[in-house]
């Protein structure tokens, strides 16, 4: 079964502490996989796929293919960082559906 | 940045009447796709649309959906008679394709607030 998910509801930090935002999924296959944002009122946004191996705005994530997780992490997170973040994959590149996590919800207090 | 487009921004119907969603994709895109979040729950993919045809849909993509490209520009779903359960938030995402680097990503729009009474 084709399946994402992401343990934590809400996850509630300070400003500067670390961040882990977990998922993990089930595939059958090489997925793709990738970690959008939502931030209040707006649109998803993609913050980053593992293709890429990039870091946007401080986060990064590793896909590791033995435990099939794509954390999310952030060495010190900041109050605009709060928002709505949802993992997900894909069975390809091109034309392939995404298949979403529940979500977990970011709040960094001052 | 270019973006998608979704219109209206918010819809409320009456069980049993018809609807339909717009959605105006990033031009030169050649993957779309409509998503829904019923409050509370999971972004669900609904169905795929490439080259003028549905590519893949859900089980939630029942008879009474349907999904055309009419004009070469709109990319819209249609739900025929309402339920109540059709209640969600529906998304529209392209996808550049081609396979050029970067094309992978799906664009989403704001969405489309359906509420059913």
């Known amino acids: 079964a084709q399946r994402v998910t992401q343990p934590e509801k809400l996850l509630s930090v300070f400003k500067g502490a670390p961040v882990e935002l977990k998922c993990n999924y089930s595939?059958?296959?090489?997925?793709?996989l990738f970690w959008y944002v939502q931030y209040s009122r707006q649109r998803l946004q993609l913050l980053l796929r593992?293709?890429s191996r990039e870091s946007i705005k401080g986060f990064t994530a590793d896909l590791n293919k033995g435990e099939t997780s794509f954390h999310l992490k952030k060495p010190f997170a900041q109050e605009e960082d709060s928002a709505m973040y949802y993992c997900a994959l894909s069975g390809r590149n091109q034309g392939g559906k995404l298949i979403f996590g529940q979500g977990t919800e970011l709040s960094v207090k001052p | 940045e270019p973006e998608v487009t979704q219109t209206p921004s918010h819809q409320v119907t009456q069980m049993g009447q018809e609807v339909i969603l717009r959605c105006v994709p990033i031009?030169?895109?050649?993957?779309f796709y409509w998503y829904r979040q019923i409050l509370g729950q999971k972004v669900e993919f609904l169905v795929s649309?490439?080259?003028?045809?549905?590519?893949?849909k859900s089980e939630i993509f029942d008879d009474q959906f349907s999904v055309e490209r009419p004009d070469g520009s709109n990319f819209t779903l249609k739900i025929r008679s309402t339920k109540l359960e059709d209640s969600a938030m529906y998304f529209c995402?392209?996808?550049?394709?081609?396979?050029?680097?970067?094309?992978?990503?799906?664009?989403f729009g704001p969405g489309t607030r359906l509420t059913v009474l």
């Open positions: 595939y059958s296959g090489s997925p793709e």
């Open positions: 593992h293709i």
């Open positions: 995402a392209t996808q550049g394709g081609g396979g050029r680097l970067g094309t992978d990503t799906q664009y």
């Open positions: 031009s030169n895109h050649l993957y």
């Open positions: 649309f490439y080259n003028n045809e549905i590519s893949e």
